[in-house]
């Protein structure tokens, strides 16, 4: 099993510039988050997909910030125009659901986004 | 608002210590606390967690304490070694509303050989 896969690992940008992020999550695993990780903090949520359905995008800056899962497979987030304030760790999760044992996100690597 | 509140944010112990990481939450609907470990560069990654119908969880060297009247949970780690070195988050959700995971701000753990 590969895992949760994100790319690219790391980027740079500079202010204003349009940058996209692309996970792809485990086989089979339905629901897919994005989550954004600032230095010394926990992962904050931003969008879940159940297959290609946004069912919960409340947190996502949708004047900047816009995500698609077109076949409920692979997704995409990106951000135009980026900000200095968007620098941070970009996470995918894709949900285990071992509710008989034990169950949680599995987490992708992370894009690191540096904003300059 | 922090849904999840973690502490110590870092934490020095010597090498066969227990270090505890303490977390508290107000949300009682939360039904599900889990502990993820990160080490740098990496994704966090699920290590043990619990359901609010038992107060103690094991799996390992990882224990979990649940006190569901105090609305607190803490991680153990026993006999504690220099590549338990991580960031330690704990979190918790709802079942019934999609499964977000609130996270705590972290606990940076450094064993010393």
């Known amino acids: 099993e590969a895992g949760v896969v994100q790319s690219p690992r790391y980027k740079i940008i500079e202010k204003k510039q349009p940058v996209a992020f692309w996970c792809n999550p485990i086989?089979?695993?339905?629901?897919l988050y994005w989550y954004l990780q600032n230095l010394g903090q926990g992962p904050e949520l931003l969008i879940r997909?159940?297959?290609?359905?946004?069912?919960?995008d409340s947190q996502l800056p949708k004047d900047r910030f816009s995500a698609e899962r077109l076949k409920g497979v692979d997704s995409t987030l990106k951000i135009q125009p980026a900000e200095l304030g968007d620098s941070a760790v970009y996470l995918c999760?894709?949900?285990?659901?071992?509710?008989?044992?034990?169950?949680?996100?599995?987490f992708g690597s992370g894009t690191r986004l540096t904003v300059v | 608002q922090q849904q999840v509140k973690q502490s110590p944010q870092s934490l020095i112990v010597q090498k066969g210590g227990i270090p505890i990481i303490n977390c508290a939450y107000e949300?009682?609907?939360?039904?599900?606390f889990p502990w993820y470990q990160q080490f740098p560069g990496k994704g966090p990654a699920l290590l043990i967690a619990?359901?609010?119908?038992?107060s103690e969880k094991k799996e390992g060297r990882f224990t979990i304490s649940f006190n569901k009247s105090a609305k607190q949970f803490s991680l153990h780690i026993m006999d504690s070694q220099p590549g338990d070195s991580a960031t330690y988050f704990c979190?918790?959700?709802?079942?019934?509303?999609?499964?977000?995971?609130?996270f705590g701000t972290g606990t940076s753990l450094t064993v010393i050989p």
């Open positions: 999760a894709s949900l285990l659901p071992d509710r008989e044992i034990n169950y949680g996100y599995t």
């Open positions: 997909y159940e297959n290609e359905e946004a069912v919960d």
């Open positions: 086989s089979g695993h339905n629901t």
């Open positions: 979190a918790a959700s709802n079942s019934n509303t999609g499964n977000q995971f609130y």
């Open positions: 949300n009682t609907a939360f039904d599900y």
């Open positions: 619990i359901r609010p119908d038992v």
